[in-house]
């Protein structure tokens, strides 16, 4: 059973408006949250953090929400460029844990 | 430049053999740990160590093998047993797997069995 879903294997957005990427986890004890970025045929690129004290963490374009309760959390990537097209993998941690468990990534392309 | 390397970029290997990749880091990161990528899967951790001379499994470690003798170091072998050895291959590394902190991934081996 996957323990972090990313429940859009693929999104579309047009350039200048807003991406929302979700991510939706099962256990309540992660607490360390991640977005990273990936482009074809290279290692992924740490975007943005945000630990569980937050709700919200902000980095330029790029804002990340975690809604505990729910245990949900979602990038905003405003606004969206055409070289923000890429697959985007959501992972959680518990803070001191060893390892960090990702989802199975969701692709985002932005058109002119 | 700090960083991480993985070498080669593309493999290719007969069905049957043995192969090694390779992992090198000059970030002088305690931790490291080795993904591979099936489409639509994400990120599925192998093996992971903590510390020069210790490794421990992931969530699917069955064919492949690891060793760290050198903190720089982590090459991951993948064996015969490995039933479906196909996949694109990371290694990552991570300052201190005690307290909270992001991995830095390499530029990833794409492995091809024949």
Not at chain 1, 62 to 67: A, G, P
Not at chain 2, 23 to 49: F, K, T, V
């Amino acid at each position: 059973d996957q323990q972090v879903k990313q429940n859009s294997p693929s999104l579309s957005v047009q350039e200048g408006r807003i991406s929302i990427l979700n991510c939706d986890y099962t256990n309540s004890m992660f607490d360390y949250f991640l977005w990273y970025k990936k482009y074809p045929a290279e290692g992924p690129t740490f975007l943005i953090s945000i630990s569980s004290i937050k709700d919200k963490n902000e980095d330029g374009r790029f804002t990340v929400f975690l809604n505990k309760s729910a245990k949900h959390l979602s990038l905003h990537i405003v606004p969206s460029q055409p070289g923000d097209s890429a697959v985007y993998f959501c992972a959680v941690s518990d803070n001191y844990g060893q390892n960090f468990v990702f989802g199975p990534g969701t692709r985002l392309s932005v058109l002119p | 430049d700090g960083g991480i390397t993985q070498s080669p970029k593309y493999l290719f290997r007969k069905e049957g053999q043995n192969v090694t990749l390779s992992c090198e880091q000059n970030l002088n990161h305690d931790a490291m740990y080795w993904y591979r990528q099936d489409p639509g899967q994400g990120l599925r951790l192998i093996y992971y160590s903590q510390i020069v001379n210790d490794f421990q499994k992931g969530d699917i470690a069955e064919g492949y093998s690891v060793s760290r003798e050198k903190k720089e170091s982590f090459p991951l072998t993948v064996t015969s047993a490995q039933k479906n050895p196909t996949a694109f291959y990371l290694c990552a590394s991570r300052r201190d797997p005690r307290v909270g902190d992001t991995q830095y991934f390499g530029p990833g081996t794409r492995l091809t069995v024949l």
